[in-house]
């Protein structure tokens, strides 16, 4: 009569402790598909800026028609121009900044706000701690290697799945305004003289009939003629590349083997700086500057530099940067008198 009790006895407690287990996990579990729950609906409100551009749900904004017809001229031109393609290297990549945390890349061209765009950048990368405002880092600052990651530092397999999945944008201009404006930074200022010993110099010695052994020295007083001289002289690359303050956009960022989401123009430099931080859901959180400068350099500014410049050495120089008149949609300067 005994054995049934014991038996009894020992089903009751195993039921108890199977019953214990259950309570146990269901309590453990709960918690955890709650996080998932909440993560999951976190993800939804923090698309990538990549899905944010092309939600098809999204109802279509000036804007994005501005950019979608910048694309689609951009892939033509693509198209119709580049003979055949390649293979990206990671020398080609030395001009992408990355930001791992919004799922951004950015192709920086010296004279296309550049500068603001990096200061931008460290802000939202932390590299400035707690500052938020992009015009309160130095602009020397903004340059200083090692700031930022480019795309070139990581591996093959994570360069792939960033091009894949981030937003890819680049800020071009008007390619004889941006060469202009190089030349003005980089000749015409008393402080530049890195720039004067580097390429003054040797400007001066390649392009002017018997120049002063001051000028030969100093290279501080190099003329835009000259300047003009020395890029489509075709020994000028065969020494060396283009200094990336003149090189063409399309050998800087390589736009038909990249496909950039949004092509931001200088001539629409807050507009499209604005939607870009609005495609990276951060507006809130940084402003991109606008510029008060009276000295940028303008189509007008242009022309006066060019009037000096012959119709021969004016079609040479527009053949050197043709490309990015076509790939970007600039239209020949009026100014020029080569047609």
Known sequence: MRKPKVIRM??????GCFIMVILYFNSSLKPVLEAAGDRSSGQKS??????TLYDGDQVESPVQVIHQGRREVL?????????????????DLKHVIVDDQHGLLYCYVPKVACTNWKRVLMVL????????????IPANEAHVPGNLRTLSEYSTSQINQRLRSYLKFVFVREPFERLVSAY???????????????????????????????ALERGNDVSFEEFVYYLVDPATQREEPFNEHWERVHSLCHPCLIHYDVVGKYETLEQDS????????????????TSSKSTRTTGDMAAQFFHNISPFYQKKLYNLYRMDFLLFNYSIPAYLKFR
Not at 10 to 15: E, I, K, N, P, T
Not at 46 to 51: D, I, V
Not at 274 to 289: C, I, K, M, N, T
């Open 75 to 91: 892939e033509e031109a693509c198209r119709s121009y580049t003979r055949k393609r390649r293979v990206l290297i990671p020398e």
């Open 10 to 15: 020992v089903f009751a407690l195993c039921l």
């Open 125 to 136: 990368t932390g590299v400035t701690g707690s500052l938020r405002d992009p015009l309160a």
């Open 46 to 51: 923090r698309r990538s800026p990549l899905q």
């Open 184 to 214: 003005r930074n980089k000749f015409t200022r008393s402080y530049n003289t890195a720039f004067h010993k580097r390429y003054g110099t040797k400007i001066v010695r390649r392009h002017r009939p018997d120049p002063q052994p001051e």
């Open 274 to 289: 604005r939607y870009v931080l609005q495609l990276a859901g951060v507006e809130d959180q940084v402003s991109f500057p």
